[in-house]
């Protein structure tokens, strides 16, 4: 069974940095594509980045030039770089991990942002 588990998150002050990391077991990781996607409430849940199999990267306009979005395929793990954090990136970040046979998420880390 597939499972996936965030860590990383917590409270920082605008303009502050923080890393993501996500680690997935139970499946042959290189083989996975991996994304990262947040959740603030009231909103609907949307993409950050994504990094495919073969490490082609696609990101959000609002992640462009402040977050990187990494993979180490012998650590199992994908990460998220965050940098010149604002209040308005606040949200659970979450974590899917996919392939032909389906998609899997994890349950988040919470990261907050204040002004």
Same mark, same amino acid.
């Not at 069974?1 to 920082?12: A, D, P, R």
């Given at each position: #069974? ?5 860590? &990383?998150?917590?409270?920082?002050q605008a303009g502050g940095s923080l890393r993501l990391? $996500? ?10 594509? *991996?994304?990262?996607? /947040?959740? +603030?409430?009231?909103?609907? /849940?949307?993409?950050?980045?994504? *990094?495919?199999? /073969?490490?082609? *990267? ?6 462009? &030039? /402040? ?5 180490? %395929? ?6 998220? #770089?965050? %940098? ?10 979450? $974590?899917? +991990?996919?392939?032909? #046979?389906?998609?899997?998420? &994890? #349950? ?8």
């Open positions: #069974q597939v499972q996936v588990l965030e860590s &990383g998150g917590g409270l920082v990391s $996500c680690v997935v077991s139970g499946s042959t990781f290189p083989a996975l594509h *991996i994304g990262w996607y /947040r959740q +603030a409430p009231g909103d609907q /849940r949307e993409l950050v980045a994504t *990094i495919s199999s /073969r490490s082609i *990267i696609n990101s959000a306009d609002s992640a462009m &030039g /402040r977050f990187t979005i990494s993979r180490d %395929n012998a650590k199992n793990t994908v990460y998220l #770089q965050m %940098n010149s954090l604002k209040p308005e990136d606040t949200a659970v970040y979450l $974590c899917k +991990a996919w392939n032909w #046979q389906g998609d899997y998420w &994890g #349950q988040g880390t919470q990261v907050t942002v204040s002004s």
